[in-house]
């Protein structure tokens, strides 16, 4: 395996289903991120980790839960959703405070809640 | 405050054409980053170029090139001789030296027609 890869592609859970999304990195990289993405809105960072350790939270419900067990591996726990939590997630990986910066992304998880 | 404008919510043209996706950032930061994403209707986002806010150079990778002006805060995008595989939304992202956060522009859907 070689970037970022996100399971599963797709996923339709119900309003009382609990899931997970997984997402690893083979870049070698120290920060993982979680990224919404919903139809005609901009790109939402909802969560960012450093070396393990959760640095940003964007104001973004309970109801999703990350958790990062190590610096190649990040997970977004889903619980209790709502149908507007319909939307692609995607997930990331950079190099902090030093050059390369730029993100790579995985294909995404499409969410959809009914 | 950093921001990041893309005006330009949709562009359509025939192929073989040249086009050219506008970016006009701002930031307080005397050292930031410049980014362009591609997002082809598979839904990963590419990433295509970084630019330091100290090398004003320009970049030419085969068809696609970019243009960075600070003094009038753009980043543009030129694709020439386009083909349909070009088709995607595209964003322009800037990010600070310190910041763990892209900050992105609401993306440029491009219609390439056959």
């Known amino acids: 395996e070689t970037g970022v890869t996100q399971t599963p592609r797709h996923l339709v859970m119900g309003m009382t289903n609990k899931k997970s999304l997984k997402c690893e990195q083979h870049l070698g990289h120290n920060a993982m991120y979680w990224y919404k993405q919903s139809a005609k809105k901009p790109l939402e960072l909802m969560f960012v980790?450093?070396?393990?350790?959760?640095?940003e939270n964007n104001s973004v419900p309970s109801r999703f839960s990350p958790e990062c067990p190590n610096s190649s591996h990040l997970f977004l726990h889903l619980h209790t959703l709502q149908p507007e939590d319909s939307a692609l997630y995607l997930c990331?990986?950079?190099?902090?405070?030093?050059?390369?910066?730029?993100?790579?992304f995985g294909p995404g998880t499409r969410l959809t809640v009914t | 405050a950093q921001k990041v404008t893309q005006a330009q919510t949709e562009i359509s043209v025939v192929e073989k054409e040249d086009v050219t996706l506008d970016c006009v950032y701002e930031t307080r930061d005397t050292t930031y980053y410049l980014f362009w994403y591609k997002q082809p209707p598979s839904g990963e986002l590419v990433f295509l170029i970084r630019?330091?806010?100290?090398d004003e150079q320009n970049e030419i990778s085969g068809r696609y090139s970019w243009n960075f002006q600070k003094s009038t805060s753009s980043f543009n995008f030129t694709i020439t001789a386009s083909q349909v595989v070009d088709s995607a939304v595209y964003f322009c992202a800037l990010s600070g030296w310190s910041n763990y956060q892209l900050i992105w522009g609401a993306g440029t859907k491009l219609i390439i027609k056959p």
């Open positions: 980790y450093s070396l393990e350790e959760r640095v």
């Open positions: 630019r330091n806010s100290f």
């Open positions: 990331a990986s950079s190099q902090v405070l030093q050059d390369p910066r730029e993100q790579y």
